[in-house]
Structure formats: structure tokens, C-alpha cells
């Protein structure tokens, strides 16, 4: 299974990145929504997207939106990754086409749990 990470701290991307790679995914990165789109235009091959809220030049919300508008990316599970914890802002963003919300910090229980929940565990995690 594949993964985009997009977030505009590469720390953070990294973190969420090798989680995702513990339980199997493939992973690339991306700083924000205009270099996960331009990702996404070369090969839009992923099952699952990690959105950050906050960030430079296309925010996370806009980004979920454009994917939403694209009738190609509509199959990729988007998962809010964010400090945004507003109960209007996961409403927002769920609203958008997000799949699911997580809210830093997270334990990487939190993480698989939502995969879990999304059906996004790579088979040897639900072995």
C-alpha cells in the first residue's frame, strides 16, 4: 500500500512516514498541498493521504478539496493529520471529503487505530 505524507515539518513527515512504514506502506512526502498535487499529477497511484491543516502555499483543507474535485484521486482515503482539535474545524474538514481526523500529538497506537477503522491496515498488520 501506498502513502503520501504532506506536511510542511519535515520532523513531522518523517514521523508519520516511518509509523506508515512499520505497518507496511510505502512512502513518499510532500512539504504542502502544491507539491502533494504536482505528486499526485505524476502518479496518483496512493490508497491513503496524511494531511496536515497548516501550511504555506496550499493548506490541507484545500488540498482535500481539489482531491475531492479530481474524479481520478476521489479513491484516495484522506486523513487529517493536524493540532486543529476545534470540533467546527473536524466538522470542516470532514465536511470537505476527509476520511478521518487525528490530532497531534498522537501515539502510533492512535495512528493504527485509525487505519483500522478506515480498513487501511496492510494485510500482514491484520495477520
Known amino acids: 500500500?501506498?502513502?503520501?505524507?504532506?506536511?510542511?515539518s519535515r520532523t513531522m513527515r518523517r514521523i508519520v512516514?516511518?509509523?506508515?512504514?512499520?505497518l507496511g506502506y510505502t512512502t513518499d512526502e510532500a512539504a504542502d498541498g502544491a507539491e502533494a498535487i504536482a505528486l499526485l499529477e505524476a502518479d496518483n497511484?496512493?490508497?491513503?493521504?496524511?494531511?496536515?491543516?497548516?501550511?504555506?502555499?496550499?493548506?490541507g483543507l484545500t488540498f482535500v478539496y481539489a482531491v475531492r474535485q479530481r474524479r481520478e484521486w476521489r479513491r484516495i482515503t484522506l486523513m487529517m493529520v493536524t493540532t486543529e482539535s476545534?470540533?467546527?474545524?473536524?466538522?470542516?474538514?470532514?465536511?470537505?471529503?476527509a476520511h478521518e481526523y487525528l490530532i497531534k500529538p498522537f501515539t502510533p497506537d492512535a495512528l493504527r487505530g485509525k487505519l483500522d477503522l478506515l480498513g487501511l491496515l496492510p494485510a500482514r498488520e491484520n495477520a
Open 1 to 8: 500500500m501506498r502513502a503520501l505524507v504532506i506536511d510542511d
Open 17 to 22: 512516514s516511518r509509523l506508515l512504514q512499520d
Open 45 to 59: 497511484d496512493y490508497d491513503l493521504a496524511c494531511v496536515d491543516w497548516n501550511m504555506p502555499v496550499v493548506d
Open 86 to 97: 476545534e470540533h467546527e474545524q473536524i466538522v470542516r474538514a470532514l465536511a470537505a471529503g
